[in-house]
């Protein structure tokens, strides 16, 4: 029996399953309460704690909602307090200026009247004058490198949390992620995964640059503790994002490959810091990152 007939006759079915990317492009269209306050909500599959590019952003979502078609150049982001994933979240933007090519907003994102995160965010209109970059580090097709989902097999006692997470993005590892290394006995002190929304887009730019807000928060920390030999799951890791910016070089599509190249500068202080930098299939610079998060180590004892 088709779905057509089915449905003909009165039968029942079953809701189509949504895919992760569908889900997170769901989140990202915010209610509107008032002029300037947007609430967000929580995937059914989630952390323990909001996800920081959960924040990152609807936030960036509900500054844009403010701004009118002007494009984001840079967000700044600090992290006051884990978020309850049982909880919306409200995101409040205070208007500080529109002139005639910028305007500068804060999202001040809350639960039950506490902060749970801080963004100023900047925008601009796009224009012309004086250009280089770094050139994008030589690295293969993302088409002949496996999907970071395969990288769990045999370890999925161990790697529960990124399991159990969603996969809202297709990431493909061009070293060998934190817990491969772990067996190989491998230091590295850079990561370069290849990245792409799972699935087509709406033309919407806003969204793009949202997507590429909410992914620049994954694998950015890897380069911290691959460079100690250590590895997320199989190591006593406490880790937290204290603060997080972007800066947006050139228009993208989030739908098309990017590649994400990331190191660890330094760590210090019970901190590490990492710098990430976004380049497009044809090796243009797209975006540059920076984050700075809390990094705890508990050695096992012998």
């Not at 959960?54 to 002007?70: K, Y």
């Not at 840079?74 to 002139?99: L, S, T, W």
């Not at 006593?236 to 590649?259: G, K, M, P, Q, Y």
Request: aromatic share 8%; proline share 5%; with cysteine.
């Amino acid at each position: 029996m088709t779905a057509a007939s089915s449905r003909a006759l009165g039968v029942d079915q079953p809701p189509a399953q949504r895919s992760d990317l569908d889900v997170l492009v769901g989140l990202l269209d915010l209610e509107q309460t008032d002029r300037d306050v947007f609430v967000g909500r929580h995937p059914d599959k989630v952390w323990s704690r909001t996800f920081g590019g959960q924040l990152v952003s609807q936030a960036i979502v509900a500054a844009g909602r403010t701004v009118g078609g002007r494009s984001v150049h840079a967000v700044n982001a600090h992290f006051v307090r884990g978020g309850d994933v049982k909880q919306p979240i409200e995101y409040r933007v205070d208007r500080h200026r529109d002139g005639r090519a910028f305007a500068n907003r804060t999202v001040t994102a809350s639960q039950n009247g506490r902060a749970l995160f801080v963004m100023l965010a900047a925008f601009q209109d796009w224009g012309t004058g004086l250009e280089h970059a770094h050139e994008q580090p030589e690295v293969p097709d993302p088409e002949t490198l496996p999907r970071v989902e395969e990288s769990f097999e045999g370890l999925e006692d161990k790697l529960q949390m990124f399991i159990n997470a969603p996969h809202p993005i297709d990431m493909r590892y061009i070293n060998d992620p934190a817990w491969i290394l772990k067996g190989t006995g491998e230091r590295l002190n850079h990561n370069r995964v290849w990245m792409r929304a799972d699935g087509a887009l709406p033309d919407d730019p806003m969204l793009h640059v949202a997507l590429l807000g909410y992914s620049s928060d994954t694998t950015v920390m890897d380069s911290i503790i691959t460079t100690h030999g250590l590895s997320w799951g199989l190591d006593r890791i406490v880790a937290a994002t204290v603060n997080h910016s972007i800066w947006f070089h050139r228009r993208f599509r989030f739908d098309e490959w990017v590649l994400y190249a990331t190191e660890s500068p330094v760590a210090a202080g019970s901190r590490g810091l990492a710098t990430g930098r976004f380049y497009s299939r044809c090796g243009e610079l797209l975006a540059t990152t920076v984050q700075e998060g809390l990094i705890r180590h508990f050695p096992a004892r012998r």
